[in-house]
């Protein structure tokens, strides 16, 4: 399965699983590892997240290794969403660019291994998508339907490891928007 899509697939696919999960059992506000599995529905991929746009210290989730240990997740990502960022197709595409245009920071550790060289090829622009936001949904805004783009550096990653350690710190719009997590998952 996990060859069957593209990068822009995927990160529709994370993008409509962080979105639909509420935010008191979302990943992307958990501090501890509590919820990385939460909502998880693909056999072999695991989708991992950072926190949202600065709030607070960066998280350190530790979790069992999922079987499998394919991960993808976002390095630095942006979505733009239909009546919040613009009304036509034309300003929601610019939007999301924009975001992306001014990268400041843009790290990946995995094991030990800094891979920050290598992320500026894995900038993706989605197609135009749907996410279904529930009551009370991360981004705090009416539930219901509505159209998206995303664009963003992405990373998608297997780990032969029986411990991964997974550590990112991004930051874009000239230093205003910072994200970062850190993660150790161990198989049990």
């Not at 036509?88 to 939007?95: K, N, P």
């Not at 992306?100 to 291994?113: C, K, Q």
Request: charged residues 20%; hydrophobic residues 35%.
């Amino acid at each position: 399965m996990r060859y069957t899509y593209g990068y822009s697939d995927w990160s529709i696919r994370w993008w409509q699983w962080i979105s639909s999960i509420p935010r008191q059992s979302n990943p992307a506000f958990d501090l501890t590892g509590e919820f990385v599995y939460n909502s998880q529905n693909i056999d072999d991929v695991t989708f991992l997240c950072q926190r949202i746009e600065g709030r607070g210290n960066i998280p350190c989730r530790k979790s069992n290794l999922p079987y499998g240990n394919y991960f993808f997740m976002p390095i630095i990502n942006w979505i733009s969403i239909y009546g919040i960022d613009g009304i036509d197709d034309r300003e929601l595409i610019a939007i999301a660019k924009e975001k992306m245009n001014v990268i400041d920071t843009l790290e990946l550790r995995i094991n030990g291994f800094y891979l920050t060289s290598e992320l500026m090829k894995n900038r993706v622009l989605s197609t135009f998508f749907d996410i279904d936001l529930p009551e009370n949904n991360i981004f705090g805004l009416d539930e219901g339907r509505r159209r998206c783009i995303s664009d963003g550096y992405w990373i998608f990653f297997q780990s032969s490891s029986d411990r991964l350690i997974v550590s990112s710190n991004s930051s874009c719009s000239s230093g205003i928007t910072k994200i970062g997590v850190e993660y150790h998952l161990s198989k049990v």
